[in-house]
Structures are given as structure tokens and as C-alpha cells.
């Protein structure tokens, strides 16, 4: 079982808007990490943010951290079709392996 | 630097029959895990190693799945008398211990049990 949930399932949105995904999790956490997924491949590391950060920034994507809700948000500016995947966020609660969410899939049309 | 490679990259193989799967790391990784993937879900953890040595291992693992880890280097996960429920993606990753647990992934072994 999974330790982290993501909100929404499924999301499709046009080329040029922002897309928004949400994960909770259930324990603390020392980093929260978001991956990407294409389908049928691994996963790839977008970002972290250390349990003292509240707001992180990479290029199109912006992460926040609410320790006090056990909740981060994903969001991608600007989508493009290439943004189309799945995205999953995971918790590294002080232990040595990440626990993984069920994913958000975005399908990005153009 | 390759990456992480995984092999075979799709296996197909009847119930009750072995299988067994390779992942070689990052060449100066210390840590390597196993996770196994349904579609629609997350990864979900199996094991992991810190160097040669099998540190975790997930309480839902069968005692049909075993992995090793010789030399530190790469790493086998085999089955034991597959069961359609082990059809599944098993992803392979690797870290450098202490750079926050960020994960590089194989793209996988998809097995089929038919």
C-alpha cells in the first residue's frame, strides 16, 4: 500500500495553462520529491523540497510544502504537450527508501 | 555515466516458471532498490541494499522474490514460481547515500505471466 495519495487522478488540460497536482501524505517527512513518468519508461526526478522549505522553484515548476496539512502541490506553468505524463510524488520519512503516491495522470493537449 | 540499465527490458514467461532480473546502478551509487509497478499505480518498494548488504526489505514481499547484491555493483531480483498476480513493471534505482534519497530509475523490466 501506498503511503501518499494525489488529487486529481486524471487531469487534461490545453496547451499554454497551468497545471495544478496535489499529494497528501500520512507521516513526516524529512524531503517531499516530485517524478515524472512517461508511459512504459522509469521515473525521473523533478524536484525536492526539504521539510523546512515552503516554496520551491525549477523552471516551469513551482512546489509548495504545508507540513502542518502534510500536503504539497505541483504546479507546471505554461503546459506543453511534451508535459504530458504522469506525475508522482514521494515522501522520504527519515528512513532510507521513498514512498510513492498513485499519481496524478495530465495529458496536455495541443 | 549510462545510467541505470535494466535487462531484459520485457520478459514473457508461464506461471510456475523463474525468472530473474539484472540492474547495473550508477557506477558510484552505493544504494540500489527494487520497486514493482501496477498500471495506474505508484511504485511500490521492495528492497534496497547499501553497498552489498540487503538493509530493507518490504514486509509484503513474498518469500518467492529474492534479491541480491554480490559485490556492491549490480543486482538480481529473482521470482520463484510466478504467479500472474507478479505481472507488473519492476523498476530499479540507484542513489548516492546522504544526497537526499533522489532516486535515478531503469526504465524497467516489464513482466508478463501468462
Known amino acids: 500500500s501506498q503511503q501518499g495519495e494525489e488529487d486529481p487522478q486524471a487531469l487534461s488540460i490545453q496547451e499554454g495553462e497551468n497545471a495544478t497536482m496535489n499529494c497528501s501524505y500520512k507521516?513526516?517527512?524529512?524531503?517531499l520529491q516530485w517524478y515524472r513518468q512517461n508511459s512504459g519508461r522509469g521515473l525521473v526526478h523533478l524536484i525536492l523540497?526539504?521539510?523546512?522549505?515552503r516554496e520551491k522553484h525549477s523552471g516551469r515548476l513551482r512546489v509548495t510544502l504545508d507540513t502542518s496539512k502534510k500536503s504539497s502541490s505541483l504546479l507546471i506553468t505554461a503546459s506543453r504537450a511534451a508535459d504530458t505524463a504522469s506525475y508522482f510524488c514521494?515522501?522520504?520519512?527519515?528512513?532510507?527508501?521513498?514512498?510513492f503516491g498513485g499519481g496524478t495522470r495530465l495529458m496536455v493537449k495541443p | 555515466d549510462t545510467g541505470v540499465s535494466q535487462d531484459p527490458r520485457h520478459k514473457i514467461t508461464k506461471r510456475g516458471q523463474n525468472v530473474t532480473f539484472r540492474c547495473d546502478p550508477i557506477?558510484?551509487?552505493?544504494?540500489l532498490y527494487w520497486y514493482r509497478q501496477t498500471l495506474g499505480q505508484g511504485p511500490e518498494f521492495l528492497t534496497y541494499?547499501?553497498?552489498?548488504?540487503?538493509?530493507?526489505k518490504s514486509r509484503l514481499l513474498s518469500d518467492r522474490f529474492s534479491a541480491e547484491r554480490p559485490k556492491g555493483s549490480f543486482s538480481t531480483l529473482e521470482i520463484q514460481r510466478t504467479e500472474q498476480g507478479d505481472s507488473a513493471m519492476y523498476l530499479c534505482?540507484?542513489?548516492?547515500?546522504?544526497?537526499?534519497?533522489?532516486?535515478?530509475f531503469g526504465s524497467g523490466t516489464q513482466l508478463s505471466v501468462l
Open positions: 534505482a540507484s542513489s548516492l547515500a546522504g544526497a537526499d534519497e533522489k532516486l535515478f
Open positions: 507521516t513526516s517527512i524529512n524531503n
Open positions: 523540497i526539504r521539510s523546512n522549505e
Open positions: 514521494a515522501n522520504n520519512n527519515a528512513g532510507n527508501m521513498l514512498t
Open positions: 557506477s558510484e551509487h552505493n544504494r
Open positions: 541494499f547499501q553497498n552489498e548488504a540487503q538493509l530493507e
